[in-house]
């Protein structure tokens, strides 16, 4: 058995349009979400002979600001005036569980430089959005479940450094989901190790009365153990 353990931070660039049935807003141009940093946390547990590993995932992500957008706008049942100020929000936390078999004597043959994942992950989506206008609030939340296949691939060819990769997807119907996690980690001590890397995610939903076709990149970094 095995484990590995991580935390960091998460730099991200919102980028695309939201919508809840009404009209479609650009989340950087009109609802001027910026930049955010947010903490995302990962554990892998490796079990023995042929049962399945897993791979816990936590990402929380949540954008706030203050719009603007010329004429009205439609929000729910809600019709805003957007030459006039007003704030929104926008919560997309998600939490993974997946399952995952290493490709069997792929190690072994490669002197353990070179192993590849393959599973499932099932991913439950925490949103909310809301628009608030003096004393007018209109707000919607929804939990998702997304069911999604999970391909991993991590690279040591040196006893000091490993370079790993991680794609989750899926597509069905009008709605599609990717998210994609490039990492290079430094071994500081036995356990100890350091890592940075480039993670990008790309949702398209049309459910109720919710769409969205928006996409969040940007670098992170971590630290964590390994036994």
Do not use: C
Not at 61 to 85: H, L, R, W, Y
């Amino acid at each position: 058995m095995g484990i590995e353990a991580a935390v960091g931070g998460w730099n991200t660039t919102p980028r695309g349009n939201f919508a809840y049935k009404g009209t479609s807003l650009d989340v950087k141009d009109e609802l001027k979400y910026d930049d955010e940093t947010r903490l995302m946390g990962r554990v892998k547990i490796e079990t023995p002979l042929f049962f399945p590993n897993l791979y816990l995932m936590a990402t929380p992500m949540e954008f706030n600001g203050q719009g603007s957008k010329s004429g009205t706008f439609q929000f729910g049942d809600v019709t805003f005036d957007g030459t006039i100020p007003f704030t929104s929000e926008l919560k997309l936390d998600h939490y993974d569980l997946g399952l995952y078999w290493g490709v069997p004597l792929l190690k072994t043959a490669t002197a353990g430089i070179l192993n590849v994942d393959l599973g499932i992950d099932a991913r439950l989506i925490d949103l909310k959005a809301e628009v608030v206008q003096g004393g007018v609030t209109e707000s919607k939340s929804l939990v998702l479940g997304v069911p999604m296949i999970y391909a991993g691939v991590q690279v040591k060819p040196l006893s000091w450094f490993a370079a790993e990769g991680e794609a989750r997807g899926m597509a069905y119907g009008d709605n599609r989901y990717y998210d994609l996690i490039a990492r290079g980690k430094l071994i500081l001590f036995d356990h100890l190790f350091a890592a940075a890397g480039y993670r990008y995610e790309k949702i398209e939903i049309d459910e109720s009365d919710i769409k969205a076709d928006v996409d969040f990149g940007g670098p992170f970094a971590e630290v964590g153990f390994q036994f």
